[in-house]
């Protein structure tokens, strides 16, 4: 500190850059937890590779053809990875050269699909990020996306009024549904001190279950759909897509702006609402909370119905934007990887919209990556990743020790659990 | 968080929650006995359900094949039991008392003793091959809905406290076993010792889990990673195996290895936890989905390509010379593969080790008031590393039950919440490793009892999914309260600074 303080000038901005770059922040954190999660797969896919594997027993007498061999199979599927999540270079010359429809469709898909599966991702992340400010851990997302998508569904096809009627409709069916899951939860741990984890992670496999029940019911079933795939939601109950002119591949909907309205409104009711600062306060010291009067019962149901309907809100998206019908592993993951999204994001609104987006890109990618690496390196390698990132940016003082980043005691929270009860 | 739990503990206030306990027990079992008796005793009263025991005379231990036979050794062991417990008074405190519950042990065989020589006589068919028994499905439900709405009363009105969690695990069980007996009415044979059996390999995870968690949570430690510890010592348990194709020794080698991955990922949440003192239910969930994605990821690169590195390969089954011959106990405690009964010399051992010895007193010291123990030089940290990492054994060895117990392949996804349930059985057994056994074993027969169900769906007036969920939905039931309320370890969670 004292070097940096007194001599500034004699450094140049180079240096200096580099001093500051070992001041932790969370952007820098950011940055190495991504370098250690890559650094990991790369371990993973050469560990996996069986012909890499092989060259290693030759790394003394040839190690440089060895690492090279292994840095090169690491670098194509990294580059696949980022080439199907953001934009293929091959595509983008194309299109440079011969700018026409076709071509720029080609280029946007990356893109679209990277959003479109973040699209509920934001909206659950941020769900349970309302949870865990304060201090509310909210592990049943996946029941809480079913519970609105089903609701949705109900509301879809039971009704065919103008889109702008029906969909607002379904937005509210499915936030009632994930509110009356959450808030069950809410209720119980309120009144008897059942902690939400265990209750919200039953609730997911009860809810699982529900569905498997509901999609043989003939209020439900799609007459002769093999697949157990439910009646589909009406064309008026559609979310429409930004870019159908274009092609039909891109999927990117209307969704994606109402995540963003869920964003704003997070972060408004967090920074400007009064419900919003007495949960972060029940969040951060229920002691002192209690001394202030905030009524912390209240409090507990209210921020975990209102996690629970944007979860439902998730499920509704998911519903809408992309399927327009339910399966019975409905939500595939997303339940869970809100939880590490919103972990991702520090729980800040902004930083959950991020974080959905790096995992849309990480699926996306995940998924060229398998298609076109030669060994077909599988796309649970980018959830690995994923993984590790999450665990070094979930507890930064990992990091920041052992890359000696200085100042880092602002982003290391030391709240306890809390405990059971 | 509730005020209720931080209020201060005297006497009468445990006495008050005690009663208040027994009143909340005595109600439930009040209202599953009306549910028995409205339910299973309506039943039309010519119907009948045949019961099989599933073992025959041949197999059968000779001393209770006989009702003579029987009586004889009933009345013989109840002297010598009695004498030797009379005899034993003054090393009653010392050896026996060590082994918590072991009164109750004695009571569960007696009750044993005394009903067989009664199912005996009260209607076991002799010609058949296997024993079978038939038993009016009406009167079955009237009388286990009277016995239990009086035990109910009794428990209610009285506020028995020593009593009260047998009874309510009795009552539960008897509840399910109506309910068994109401849905194979009619038709096909109540495949009863095979379910039994099934409860007992099934529990086996939740055994293993919910005493990782109790080792953990004695200590402070929430341990919420066991599911992620599952999954790593099912997949390298199997691996190793598989690799060493089962031969000589490798399934032993197999299960420590299993052990130490549990422990390796105990280790990683202890080092978060104690040194980084970070949340300990996000590093937690964050080591599931680590391992979630991990085993996903290993099992389509490496495992569906190479079928040979995860084959099957199951613990042999081991029969206890005689035990094994006792009619339905024999084959549902004493003829299992060898992870059951590792599983309950694990819970002898960590009862032993928490309640008995130096270092569990101080892991529950550590575990109430760490400042307290820090003062009388006891190295928080330490403890605490300690028994986390063992817990992680623990629930190691538990996930290779997943693979080697049945003698089944790595599948993605096949601990399928057994790690989270381990942790409400955990709270339902209230931090004890023998409350864990017991819960265990009841979830593990809700388990056993959904996946044999399907033999008699078509009897069944509930959809099948809803008797699937029975297990998650009575944890539910169970965590809000319903077996009263519970006082966790008071430094669960809360990460220790040293001042």
């Known amino acids: ?421 | 968080m509730s005020t209720d739990s931080r209020s201060i503990v005297t006497l009468e206030n445990l006495r008050s929650v005690s009663r208040t306990r027994s009143l909340a027990y005595g109600i439930t079992l009040m209202v599953l006995g009306v549910l028995e008796f409205v339910w299973y005793g309506s039943a039309a009263s010519g119907l009948h359900t045949i019961i099989q025991f599933g073992y025959n005379t041949a197999t059968v231990w000779p001393v209770v094949s006989s009702p003579w036979r029987f009586l004889l050794l009933f009345f013989g062991v109840a002297i010598i039991a009695l004498a030797l417990r009379a005899a034993s008074v003054p090393l009653y405190s010392r050896l026996v008392a060590s082994i918590r519950g072991s009164r109750t042990m004695t009571a569960l065989i007696g009750a044993y003793l005394v009903i067989w020589p009664v199912l005996l006589w009260a209607g076991i068919n002799q010609g058949g091959q296997l024993r079978t028994m038939t038993i009016p499905v009406a009167l079955t439900g009237d009388v286990f809905g009277v016995l239990s709405i009086a035990t109910g009363a009794v428990l209610a009105w009285r506020r028995l406290d020593r009593s009260a969690s047998g009874l309510l695990f009795t009552g539960l069980f008897v509840f399910l076993l109506g309910f068994l007996i109401w849905v194979a009415r009619g038709s096909l044979d109540l495949q009863l010792t095979a379910i039994l059996a099934s409860a007992v390999a099934v529990s086996t995870f939740l055994i293993f889990g919910s005493v990782s968690g109790t080792l953990c949570e004695r200590s402070g430690v929430v341990n919420i990673a066991i599911e992620g510890q599952f999954m790593a010592g099912a997949l390298s348990s199997i691996v190793f195996t598989s690799a060493l194709q089962g031969t000589g020794l490798s399934k032993t080698f197999a299960l420590l290895l299993a052990g130490l991955f549990g422990a390796l990922f105990g280790w990683i949440l202890a080092v978060m936890a104690l040194r980084y003192q970070a949340n300990q239910i996000i590093v937690g969930v964050v080591i599931v989905a680590f391992c979630t994605a991990m085993s996903q990821f290993l099992v389509t690169q490496v495992l569906d390509l190479r079928q040979n590195l995860n084959g099957s390969y199951g613990l042999p089954v081991w029969a206890v010379p005689g035990l094994s011959r006792i009619p339905v106990i024999g084959p549902v405690l004493f003829d299992q593969n060898v992870l059951v009964f590792v599983a309950f010399a694990i819970v002898i051992m960590a009862n032993f080790a928490l309640f008995r010895t130096r270092w569990g007193l101080r892991v529950r010291s550590v575990g109430e008031k760490p400042i307290a123990s820090e003062t009388v030089g006891i190295n928080v940290v330490r403890m605490r590393y300690g028994a986390v990492i063992i817990g992680g054994f623990v629930a190691g060895i538990g996930g290779a039950g997943f693979t080697l117990g049945p003698g089944s392949p790595f599948t993605y996804g096949m601990t399928s919440g057994y790690g989270y349930i381990a942790l409400a059985i955990m709270i339902f057994g209230r931090w004890r490793p023998y409350g864990a056994l017991m819960a265990s074993l009841l979830f593990g027969f809700t388990i056993a009892l959904s996946a044999n169900l399907n033999l008699y769906l078509q009897q069944l007036v509930i959809p099948q999914q809803f008797i699937s969920a029975l297990p998650y939905l009575i944890t539910i039931v169970v965590v809000s309260g319903v077996v009263g309320r519970i006082r966790p370890p008071a430094a669960d969670g809360v990460p220790f600074e040293r001042r």
């Open chain 1, 1 to 421: 500190m004292t070097t940096t303080a007194t001599q500034p000038a004699r450094l140049g901005p180079l240096m200096r850059l580099a001093l500051r770059a070992r001041h932790a922040n969370m952007f820098i954190v950011l940055v190495l937890a991504l370098f250690v999660g890559l650094i990991f797969g790369g371990i993973m896919i050469v560990v996996t590779t069986p012909i890499l594997l092989n060259s290693w027993s030759h790394a003394f007498s040839h190690p440089g053809a060895t690492i090279a061999s292994s840095f090169n199979t690491v670098w194509f599927a990294y580059e696949q990875l980022f080439q199907g999540a953001v934009v293929n270079f091959h595509a983008l010359r194309m299109l440079i050269d011969n700018p026409s429809k076709v071509n720029l469709a080609t280029v946007l898909t990356p893109l679209s699909g990277t959003l479109t599966y973040a699209t509920p991702l934001i909206v659950a992340g941020l769900g349970l990020a309302i949870g865990f400010r304060s201090s509310l851990f909210n592990i049943g997302g996946q029941g809480q996306v079913v519970a609105g998508g089903v609701l949705a569904l109900l509301v879809a096809f039971s009704f065919h009024l103008t889109p702008l009627v029906q969909v607002p409709l379904e937005i509210l069916a499915a936030m009632l549904g994930g509110a009356l899951l959450a808030g069950l939860a809410g209720v119980l741990k309120a009144y008897t001190g059942a902690h939400e984890v265990i209750v919200t992670m039953m609730s997911n496999y009860t809810m699982t279950l529900v569905l498997g029940y509901l999609l043989i019911q003939s209020l439900f079933a799609r007459p002769g759909a093999r697949d157990g795939a439910s009646k589909a939601v009406g064309a008026t109950g559609q979310l429409p897509y930004f870019f159908s002119h274009l092609s039909a591949s891109l999927l990117l909907n209307f969704g994606f702006v109402i995540a963003v309205i869920a964003v704003i409104a997070v972060q408004w009711f967090f920074k400007r609402s009064k419900t919003g600062f007495e949960l972060l306060m029940v969040g951060q010291n229920p002691d002192a909370a209690r001394v202030a009067g905030i009524f912390s019962k209240r409090s507990i149901i209210i921020c975990l119905t209102l996690a629970g309907s944007l979860l439902g809100l998730a499920g509704m998206l998911e519903l809408t934007g992309v399927d327009h019908f339910i399966t019975p592993n409905f939500g595939g993951s997303y339940g869970f990887d809100a939880i590490t999204v919103a972990l991702l994001g520090r729980n800040k609104p902004w930083g959950v919209f991020f974080g959905a987006i790096f995992f849309g890109a990480m699926f996306t990618g995940g998924e060229a990556m398998q298609a076109f690496t030669p060994t077909n390196i599988q796309f649970s390698l980018a959830q690995v990743i994923q993984a590790v990132v999450v665990f070094c940016v979930a507890t930064p003082a990992l990091l920041i020790e052992a890359f000696r980043l200085r100042d880092g005691a602002h982003l290391v929270s030391t709240t306890g659990s809390g405990g059971w009860l």
